[in-house]
Structures are given as C-alpha cells and as structure tokens.
C-alpha cells in the first residue's frame, strides 16, 4: 500500500511512517516543518518507499497531486500542544478546521479512505472516568483559547462523519489521549518531555496547579501499532476509537517518578495556571479512557508501562543531549 501521512515528520507521524515502511509498505509524508522536524526523519531519506514533501495541508493544489497518488490517508497534521494553542489561537482554529475539510475533500474525489486524528480533548472538562466515545462533552466558554482546540477537532469529527453518511467517504475517527516517547518536544507544553528535560539538567520540575491533575500516558509505538491495524479493518468506518492507556498517574506523581528514574537532584516548583498559561486558564482534572471497543475491534492493550515510557524518553533524551 502507498500511503499519505500529513505531519508525517512529527512526533507521531514519523513513528507511524517507520512502522508502516517496516511493514513492507510506501510512505509520502507531507509536512510543513512547523512544529515538524526533519531530524525526525532524517534516517528515512534515501529509502525508495518513503517520500517527504514539504508544504501544507491548505495548500489545496498540493493535497489533490499528493492524494490522487496514495491508496489511503493518515490525517495527523495538526496545531497540537496547550501552549501553542493557547499562545496562537487563529493559527490553530484555521489548521484544524479548514486543513481537515480539504483532506476530507481529496478523499471524496478521489476515494480514498481516511484516518482522522483526533483527541481526548473532545471531552473537555468530564472527569467521569473511563470515558467512553459516547460520553458527554463538557466545555467551558469558546471565547477561552483552551477550548478552540477540541472545538476544532469536534468540527472535523463531524465533518468525517458527514462525509462517510452522505458521500460514502471510508472515514475512521481515533481519539487520542495523552501519547509520550521518543522524538516528543518538550517546547509546545507536553509534560513529559519537559519534566525528563528538566530533571537531567537537575532543573526544577515544574508543575502547574496542584498537580493532583491526572493524566494516563501511552508509548507512541503502541499508538501507531494500534493505527495501522484500524485502518486496515473496514468495519472501524464511521466510527470512533479512544486509543490511551489506564495507567493513570497525577502530574505530582509523574515528577516524582521522573525525579526517581533519572537519580535527578531536581526538586518540584508550583506554578500557577494563570502564570503556565493564561488568566482564567481551565484544565481537565482527571483524562482516563474507556479502550474496550478498540480492543474489541483490534486487541488493543498497552505493551509498554509508564516506568517503561518513562526510561525510553529519558534514553532518547540523554543521547539527544537536549529534548
Ligand atoms: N503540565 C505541568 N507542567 C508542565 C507542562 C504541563 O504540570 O511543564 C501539566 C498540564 O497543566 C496538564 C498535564 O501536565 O495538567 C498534561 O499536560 P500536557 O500539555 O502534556 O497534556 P494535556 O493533557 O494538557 O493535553
């Protein structure tokens, strides 16, 4: 198969590429190199099934020529990242929405199917947990630039939707929770990276709010795995599949393992969230996800722990020299 994957050089995209070329298949990775990096697939270049064609997703012309030529499309190219999001609101509003639209679009004229990427933020502030792919969404006003970013990935849910009910586009929706590994940059606010960075250069772990927040966090290999095996499965079409782990952990609990597993002299700082993000800043308390009907589809579980995670990051970390 030849595939597409848009943010094919970012954190999960390229990860997605490695395993979908070690599996025999070929690879065009369009990216525009925002917060996707060319060292991410640097090891790729010269390999006769992968291709890196950078530009973007609402680059109309673009996306026809490099959509007609693939058999399916892995849509993760996206505005991701509280901070970014928070700090760039129009930029992301616009990426998220009219970006999707127009992949959703070359998938209709041309048939192709359609992985869409979206995210556990569609829950906004339900702590019911687990969380099922039917559960309510609880937001807070739009005007607050937190929430631009789930309303935006709800906008392209629906649009997957419409587009698999009326025009018979083979869509798949995945929701993914907090992913974590190798290649994940600590500079657009994800914390893990940022506390593993932070500890080796026995720095102040920063924590905002309590830190009795929690948050569950999966390898990004399990993720991809998990991605190539959905899209391979044409009863997942119109549907939607939480991907995460239950592994669950508060934000003071993940610095005290980082402190632990990489022998830091680091202590812990707390930071407000007006400070951390900005004025009225409204966090999830609680994001844990109900996987049972991935795993009915596919056998989904996590293969990796947290421990585990936690050492793979720190590994890649240390040999980076930086995160
Ligand atoms: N967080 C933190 N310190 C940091 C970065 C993030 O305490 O340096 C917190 C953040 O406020 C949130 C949790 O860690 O409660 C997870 O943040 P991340 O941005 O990784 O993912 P989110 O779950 O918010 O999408």
Redesign the pocket.
């Known amino acids: 198969m030849h595939y597409l994957i848009t943010g094919g050089a970012g954190f999960i995209g390229s990860h997605l590429a490695d395993r979908l070329i070690a599996e025999g298949h070929r690879v065009t990775a369009l990216d525009n190199l925002s917060t996707g990096k060319h060292d991410n697939i640097k090891h790729l270049e010269g390999n006769p099934n992968f291709e890196l064609v950078v530009g973007t997703i609402l680059d109309e012309y673009l996306v026809d020529k490099v959509a007609e030529r693939c058999d399916a499309i892995f849509h993760l190219a996206a505005a991701v ?3 970014l999001i928070v700090n760039h609101p129009l930029e992301s509003l616009t990426t998220n929405i009219k970006g999707s639209e127009i992949i959703l679009e070359m998938a209709y004229r041309y048939h192709k199917k359609v992985l869409i990427t979206s ?3 569609i829950y906004g502030k339900n702590t019911q947990g687990p969380l099922k792919e039917d559960q309510d969404r609880i937001l807070g006003s739009p005007l607050k630039s937190r929430w631009s970013y789930s309303t935006a990935k709800a906008v392209d849910e629906m649009l997957a939707y419409v587009y698999w009910k009326e025009k018979n586009v083979p869509t798949v929706i995945v929701r993914l929770f ?1 992913t974590v590994g190798p290649r994940q940059s600590s500079a ?5 990276p ?2 593993v960075k932070q500890a080796l250069e026995n720095k102040d ?5 309590s ?1 009795k ?1 929690s ?1 569950c966090f999966l390898h990004v290999k399990d993720v991809v795995g998990a991605l190539t095996r959905i899209v391979d499965n044409s009863a997942a079409c119109g549907q939607v599949f939480n991907i995460g782990s239950q592994e669950e952990i508060t ?1 003071e609990g ?2 005290r393992r980082v402190i632990e597993i990489t022998g830091s002299r680091s202590k812990v700082v707390y ?1 407000p ?1 007006n400070e ?2 900005e004025e009225g800043f409204e ?2 308390e609680r ?1 844990v996800p109900d996987i049972s009907k991935i795993n009915e589809l596919i056998g989904f579980s996590p293969t990796v722990d947290l421990d585990g995670i936690i050492k793979d990051v720190v590994a890649y970390t240390r040999d980076k020299g930086a995160a």
């Open positions: 990242g509280v901070e995210t556990s933020e907090n657009y606010g994800m914390v893990l940022r506390f772990l920063t924590i905002y709010g830190g927040q948050r934000i993940l610095a930071i969230y951390a993000y966090d999830m994001r």
